[in-house]
Structures are given as C-alpha cells and as structure tokens.
C-alpha cells in the first residue's frame, strides 16, 4: 500500500512541477490545426466514397 500513496505523490509532483503545460493560445492553434486536418481527412474519405459508388454503379448496371 505504501508504494501505491508513493506513487501518487510521485505523480502529482511530476505533474505539477516538471511537466510543461502548453498556453492557452497553444491550445488553441492546436485544435484549429486538428479541426483543420479532421474536416481535410473527412473530405477526402467522402471523395473516394463518391468515386467507390460511381465505379460500383456503372459495374453492377454493365451486368443487367
């Protein structure tokens, strides 16, 4: 039990003390260059979904 309550203290001063926290207005640049990249990566999976159904459209009509 005495090395869990170490433990504990030994994160809680690590987090406190020796980890740097990015600013706020890091924070922020960094969401919008997620976001950014989310709605990039999302535009490109629907452009292939688009492409995907197009070429499987025109197989299945070829069979009938």
Known sequence: MANVSE????SYIELTEKVTWP???ELQQSAVLVLIAAVIIAMVIFGMDQVIEVVLRKFYDSLT
Do not use: A, D, L, V
């Not at 433990?7 to 030994?10: A, D, P, Q, T």
């Open 23 to 25: 600013t706020w207005r």
């Open 7 to 10: 433990y504990i203290k030994e």
